[in-house]
């Protein structure tokens, strides 16, 4: 018949369709964020911004391959993440040039005088700007752990496509702006006023009151508080959940089967079989391989959970292939929920245990939920595993429970009795083969068949009937020497002696592993380990002591009781522990960057006030679309507090330069945020569009809500608190004999 080849796995095409996908997605924010620049602020001016994003991603390019990093799904997205923040430093001076160009008293001035002027009003801030971004965002590179060097080209990139965008913004924008926008006919641009934009307007009118009436002031901050203390409460009563990773859209998913140690390769190929008939009948499944007895092909996530190494008549698995995403309208994940429980119901059949295992969006584990069991008595560890495996069993949400532990089986021994056997003529060699040619086999010769292109191997083996039991083996019959038959249960004895079992070890202590999924409401195992914790702690220990749980290491010493939590939890806790250390170290870093510029204590925690707010828009905007606070989350929320803290710089800076110009405190105050108001929302505007391409994204979907709801809520709070309170604080020093001063 004829022969038909399906294709059953091609990584090499799924990388490259994400690839072809995440340049789309480049290109997509680079068009956006220069429509957005051409909309607000003009053709020529958006063609100088414009300008500034190939040069700096290819010199960002450049740093990838000098570091080593392949043009992957982690880098590109690095370049995507970088876009809306690399084009901030050249708005800031297109936005401010132009503005200048338009000023009264810059009319009869060359295009070039006001082109450095404008660049050298903004450049000093603008540095430390860029530089307080940086600090903010390469600490982040120094996670530890798996996740750490998974996530690490986002932080290198981001940081050097800031340092390549403060240099474009000095030497290419100021370069692109006297060839483009002095051709602008001037007289068009002189007759505007920066006080005639509807944004300065809509900007004084609001922050007047609210700078002039202490009331308004204080209503404003409390309002603010408030509203920061109500976005922790949606993470405290499981509104907005945290998960390390939230799971991919892939197009696979594993079926993992394990039969009672007793079973025979064919009941375990029966029950895959019966379990393929059902995935036939699932709309979104293209094909299925199974694989009894043995591994199936080897991958990642099988290669860190030991996959590969099954093998046994008593495992199989079933590679599940699904359509393409774009051709479904569920994800894979809401699939495997879907397939999980008809699943689990045939294996309860046949007393199987079934998992469902997806590809991990990160760095793959041994299990989404691992309990490690030690102790001094390895018995004692297996009792206490399989009190764990009850609670994990009745926690609701976790599925897919099993353990690393073998039931308890026998094996027969076979004794000769030699002083029998040598009165028979039979040595102890000759029940030794005839044992293992009944058992195994063994080749005698060849059959040579002319329908068959090879010799068929001719072998001797009992029929398995009088092979499957101790019983029926040991009637055979043996030829002795005097010629008669005698019954090999006249020359053995057999015995049952238990089997030895596995033992698994970790840092050379003998170790008991229990291993559960998370599906349903919460399907975080953050929130499973927390109820089980306290069902664990109830667990009584005859030595008087209760299990010890640990969760980022192991016990020291073997000798008490103890369990350590692992799996997905381990990665989740090391990598919100590493990025709230690099978060301290960001906070501290900032803090010196701008004391050093602003000779001041007060002024950096005025500016610093404003990180937190973000906040506000980040954890409604994950509860309301409804995914996960993850560890991408979190690297959005430190990149937008370098982000808040830059543009918080260069208003306060600006406020200082009008107080230096002779403006009284609270006119200087307004006037700055309203003159600098534009080209914040333009920034901010940039980074939502850019992070819009990967709103979509299962697993940088955290990332976009980040930048794009902390950059809204800073925006709108940031924007008026920083200038409320640096007027409270100035206002304090000026009633105690001290002055404002303005760094040039």
């Known amino acids: 018949g004829n022969i038909h080849v399906t294709v059953t796995r091609h990584y090499g095409e799924t990388a490259k369709e994400k690839s072809d996908e995440l340049l789309l997605h480049m290109f997509i924010a680079v068009f956006s964020v220069t ?23 290819a010199l960002t390019l450049a740093v990838f391959s000098l570091y080593g990093y392949p043009l992957n799904r982690i880098t590109l997205f690095a370049l995507i993440f970088s876009i809306g923040i690399l084009v901030d430093d050249a708005i800031v001076v297109v936005e401010n040039v132009v503005r200048h160009y338009r000023l009264p008293e810059n009319r009869d001035k060359p295009f070039r005088e006001v082109a450095i002027e404008a660049v050298d ?105 408030l509203m920061l203390l109500a976005s922790f409460v949606l993470v405290m009563v499981g509104w907005v959940k945290v998960k390390m990773l939230p799971f991919d859209n892939k197009s696979e998913f594993q079926v993992i089967i394990d039969m009672p140690e007793t079973a025979t390769l064919e009941s375990t190929a029966n029950v895959a079989l019966e379990m393929g008939n059902y995935l036939r009948t699932v709309n979104e499944v293209t094909n299925f391989e ?76 041994l299990s989404t939920l691992v309990a490690e069991i030690y102790g001094p008595d390895y018995d004692r560890q297996r009792e206490i595993a399989l009190k764990v495996e009850r609670i994990f069993e009745e926690t609701e949400g976790v599925v897919d429970v099993d353990r690393y532990m073998e039931k308890g089986q ?94 698994y070890h970790k840092n050379l202590m003998p170790v008991v592993y229990v291993v559960g999924d998370v599906a349903g409401v919460k399907e975080s195992p953050v929130y499973a380990i927390l109820e089980m914790q306290k069902k664990i702690d109830e667990i009584s220990l005859p030595e008087g002591y209760r299990i010890e749980q640990h969760t980022s290491r192991i016990p020291r010493t073997d000798q008490r009781y103890a369990m350590k939590w692992d799996g997905e939890w381990h990665i989740t806790y090391e990598v919100f522990r590493d990025l709230g250390i ?25 500016i610093m006030a404003a990180i937190p707010f973000s906040l506000i828009g980040i954890l409604p905007a994950h509860g309301l679309l ?9 690297i959005g929320f430190i990149a937008g507090a370098g982000i808040v803290v830059r543009n918080s710089i260069i208003l306060v800076d600006f406020i200082e330069l009008r107080i230096a110009q002779g403006m009284p405190l609270h006119e200087a105050v307004v006037d700055a945020g309203a ?70």
């Open 35 to 57: 429509v957005l620049i051409w909309i607000t602020l003009g053709r020529r001016e958006a063609g100088v911004v414009a300008l500034a994003i190939p040069v700096t991603l």
């Open 582 to 606: 690099a978060f301290a170290v960001v906070l501290v870093l900032i803090f010196i960057l701008v004391v050093g510029w602003f000779q001041s204590l007060s002024t950096p925690l005025v």
């Open 410 to 503: 026998d094996w027969f021994e076979i004794a000769v009795d030699k002083e029998k056997a040598a009165l028979h003529g039979i040595s102890a060699a000759q029940i030794d083969n005839t044992v293992r040619m009944a058992l195994k086999g063994e080749k005698v010769g060849l059959l040579h068949d002319p329908r068959e292109k090879e010799d068929v191997p001719i072998v001797i083996r009992l029929p398995l009937e009088d092979r499957s039991g101790i019983r029926q083996m040991t009637s055979m019959k043996m030829l002795s020497a005097d010629g008669r038959l005698v019954a090999l249960s006249d020359l053995v004895s057999a015995g049952k002696i238990p089997m030895d079992r596995s033992i």
């Open 290 to 365: 199974i694989y009894a007895g043995t591994a199936s092909p080897m991958n990642f996530n099988g290669l860190v959970r030991h996959y590969f190494l099954r093998q046994g008549p008593n495992v199989a698995d079933i590679q599940v292939n699904l359509v393409e995403k774009g051709s479904r309208k569920v994800q894979s994940h809401e699939i495997a929920k879907r397939v999980r429980p008809p699943l689990k119901k045939i294996a309860d059949r046949h007393g199987a245990r079934v998992k469902i295992a997806e590809v991990p969006p990160g760095p793959p584990v």
């Open 675 to 744: 003159v600098r108001f534009r080209p914040m929302m333009l920034t901010a505007a940039a980074v939502v569009v850019a992070a819009m391409v990967i709103l979509f994204d299962p697993i940088f979907q955290g990332l976009a809500i980040s930048l794009m709801a902390g950059e809204v809520a800073s925006l709108f709070l940031s924007r008026a608190a920083v200038p409320i309170l640096y007027y409270m604080d100035k206002r304090y020093e000026l009633a105690h004999g001290h002055t404002i001063g303005s760094k040039q």
């Open 121 to 225: 009003e903004v450049g000093n801030p603008t540095i430390l700007a860029t530089l307080t971004v940086i600090a903010a965002i390469l600490p982040m590179a120094f996670v530890g752990g798996l996740m750490g060097h998974y996530m690490r080209p986002i932080p290198v990139g981001a940081t050097f496509a800031m340092l390549f965008s403060l240099l474009v913004a000095f030497i290419v924008t100021p370069w692109a702006s006297m060839h483009l926008l002095r051709r602008r006919a001037g007289a068009a641009g002189h007759d505007h006023s920066e006080k005639d934009d509807w944004s300065i307007r809509l900007y004084r009118r609001l922050m007047d009151p609210l700078i002039s009436r202490p009331p308004l002031r204080w209503a404003f901050l409390a309002a603010v508080v």
């Open 626 to 634: 409804g995914a996960f606070f993850t560890a991408t989350s979190m």
